[in-house]
């Protein structure tokens, strides 16, 4: 054979050439005193480089134990696929008041096998996303529920859950959740139940219409703004004459996103019209609403997430497709 | 069936700090980044944990330079840096100054060849680079006999008082 190239001597040294390469290179440099004197070069070379590396190696510290990793697992965000970061950081600010509600319960130390515990959150997380992928078929029986509810003076938001039967023919869930506190849904309920003040009331939001998005639009002057990535699960409009939107958007079956937009040309200081929304109470009031202009509109966002994530969903906002 | 992540967890952290520290140059950081890498690996419970590992950590590695660059601390240092040391025999360099000139020596490489060497002193086979790198298996051999005369020569040219790295 010819002689031996420095690749294959490297791979040589390096011990991955495979049994019949590795017979020829020997038969080679048995033969070849010149092969014979490279090799001791590339070996040489390799040896020295190796020790370069050496130098610059960190000191050997033992790795933490591995329980500890698995702890701060559940704290990353990556738990949950999403293309999009910023909603599963939203999905987990969400998941993990939850999680952490229950962890008193799950994480006692001497637990004998977490990763029993694991599967399961895998498991949720991933009703979750069918969850929401099924939220994002429409379901119009209950659609036409709500309808009928709100026909009715009842406003409802329900919850949003995929199927209709779940959306409770229960009169008094029904009752309790007026749309400011549609955001509040499910297992958020029960946590904002179990944590926090029961959501205001306010009765200048019980009647709003459900409008089709070119109603929305021909209100708005513009196309309305929302998530990009996100189902719109409905849009709503005032019921008085402020020209105010609002988008409703699932960032997962138990959470929904409100994004409360109105064009900039409508006066701010107008919402004294009956039912009208009253634009810059998130000044005033409350700090888990934000706002900011989105082209000619100015926005709102609410949702029972972090104020930290609404602020991030906030900047997403965009005209929907 | 994904691997046991506890068993690579044993057997694949060291190599995984060290292949991050030559890339990140700050023992702390590379230790978050690898604990990182595994807890994403949890989540993921990727088929070929190592090697997702090491895809993941070369990908936090990279972005972690890129917000270095755009921060222009290390480079700038390191290149204000006078070779004061060029009249000393290489046994009397401190491990620092040691470091950093491999650390430069490194930068010399193409990323490919440096990629390529850190991979393979972190343990992997040349299979294991070729799928990580894109690289053809024939070529690794190739690729590591070159990655490692430059690093050597790139070396040997800071301490032979040749201060390429004034440039």
Known sequence: MSHVDEGTLHAYLDGELSPPERATVEAHLAECASCRATLAEERALLERASALLGAARPVERPAPPFEQLRRES????????????????????????????????????????????????????????????????????????????????????????????????????????????????????????????????????????????????????????????????????????????????????????????????????????????????????????LARFVGRLRVEIKGPVSLDSLNRLLEQVAPLP | MPDDIAEVYRSTYGALVRFLYRKVWDQGRAEDLAQEAFARALVHRPENTRGWLFVVAANMARDEARRAAREKRHLTLLKSEPDAVHSSPEDEIDAETRTRHVRAALDELTPRDREALLLWDAGMSYDEIATQTGLARGAIGTTLARARRRLVEAYDAREGGQHVARG
Request: aromatic residues 4%.
């Open chain 1, 74 to 289: 559940k704290r990353s965000p990556w738990r949950v696929r999403r293309s999009i970061a910023w909603a599963a950081s939203i999905v987990l600010a969400v998941g993990l008041g939850y999680s952490l509600r229950g962890s008193a319960r799950e994480e006692s130390p001497e637990a004998a096998d977490k990763f029993a515990l694991y599967d399961r959150r895998d498991a949720a997380a991933e009703q979750n996303q069918a969850a929401r992928s099924a939220a994002r078929r429409p379901a119009p029986a209950a659609d036409e529920a709500a309808r009928q509810r709100e026909a009715s003076g009842v406003v409802a938001t329900v919850a949003p859950t995929p199927t209709a039967d779940a959306r409770a023919d229960s009169p008094a869930t029904a009752e309790a959740m007026h749309l400011d506190a549609v955001v509040v849904t499910n297992r958020a309920a029960a946590n904002a139940g179990a944590a926090a003040p029961a959501p205001q009331v306010r009765s200048t939001l019980t009647e709003w219409p459900i409008i089709t998005r070119s109603a929305a639009r021909s209100l708005l002057g513009t196309d309305p703004v929302g998530l990009p990535g996100l189902a719109t699960r409905r849009i709503r409009r005032s019921p008085g004459t402020d020209r105010t939107v609002i988008v409703e958007q699932a960032v997962d079956s138990a959470t929904v996103i409100q994004i409360i937009q109105r064009p900039t040309s409508a006066n701010l200081f107008d919402s004294s019209a009956r039912g009208g929304y009253a634009f810059g109470e998130a000044e005033r009031q409350r700090t888990d609403r």
